[in-house]
């Protein structure tokens, strides 16, 4: 039980275009799901807290405008990376808050980006 | 504000040898504490909780932490190390009445044969 995937795993794109990576919980209702950035050999960077239903939440110096995140519904989260640049290549992971006062995040494998 | 504090970057212990990955935090509340392990180039597993009760609690996989709220630490610990246990070990606190985990920089785990 517990599992988030996302999609896709690993994409590749050119500046300036946009890419979107989605985040699904496969067996669990997540009114909130978190979107975090992995650097190389770094800790997770929350980027922000997303919520079903509402405007997502975002950590200072995290711009909404290039970071649009999207929870439609209680299984899906999407981030979509606009006019993407090198600097955006990273490793971006999401979790997943089960619905019902559960404690511990669930988090998808991860999708590696990178921007040529 | 919260924090959280793994003071090694890097743990070397031999296989079947007890093993310890350190972490220390800091809330203005009563903690939720966690141990996440990652493996390269995936996402995040969980291993254990504390919320309340038994200090030690225990885990997937064989590990256990023991929750000091004196010291401020919830350090992770299993009593015989496995080659495959290497992997990068990540301890996150989450003060009550907050959703967002803060996670420590992470101590790499190698246990070699």
């Known amino acids: 039980g517990a599992v988030v995937s996302q999609h896709p795993s690993r994409v590749i794109c050119k500046s300036g275009t946009s890419v979107k990576i989605e985040c699904r919980s496969l067996?669990?209702?997540?009114?909130?799901m978190f979107w975090y950035r992995q650097f190389p050999k770094k800790s997770l960077m929350l980027m922000a807290t997303?919520?079903?239903?509402?405007?997502?939440?975002?950590e200072q110096g995290v711009e909404k405008d290039k970071f649009l995140i999207n929870h439609a519904s209680l299984t899906l989260s999407t981030l979509t990376v606009t006019s993407a640049h090198p600097e955006d290549s990273s490793f971006y992971i999401c979790?997943?808050?089960?619905?019902?006062?559960?404690?511990?995040?669930?988090f998808g494998p991860g999708t590696r980006l990178t921007v040529t | 504000a919260q924090s959280v504090a793994q003071p090694e970057d890097q743990v070397n212990v031999a296989e079947g040898n007890p093993l310890t990955v350190k972490c220390t935090y800091s809330?203005?509340?009563?903690?939720?504490l966690f141990w996440y392990v990652q493996y390269p180039n995936r996402g995040l597993q969980f291993l254990l909780k504390?919320?309340?009760?038994?200090?030690l609690v225990k885990g997937s996989y064989g590990f256990e932490a023991e929750f000091n709220k004196s010291q401020t630490s919830f350090h992770l610990k299993k009593p015989s190390a496995l080659v495959s246990d290497s992997a990068l070990y990540f301890c996150?606190?989450?003060?009550?009445?907050?959703?967002?985990?803060?996670f420590g920089t992470g101590t790499r785990l190698l246990v070699s044969p």
């Open positions: 809330v203005s509340g009563n903690p939720y």
């Open positions: 504390y919320i309340t009760g038994d200090n």
């Open positions: 996150a606190v989450r003060d009550t009445g907050f959703q967002k985990l803060v």
């Open positions: 997303s919520n079903e239903g509402s405007k997502a939440t975002y």
């Open positions: 979790s997943a808050l089960p619905t019902g006062g559960a404690y511990e995040q669930y």
């Open positions: 067996d669990f209702q997540a009114t909130t």
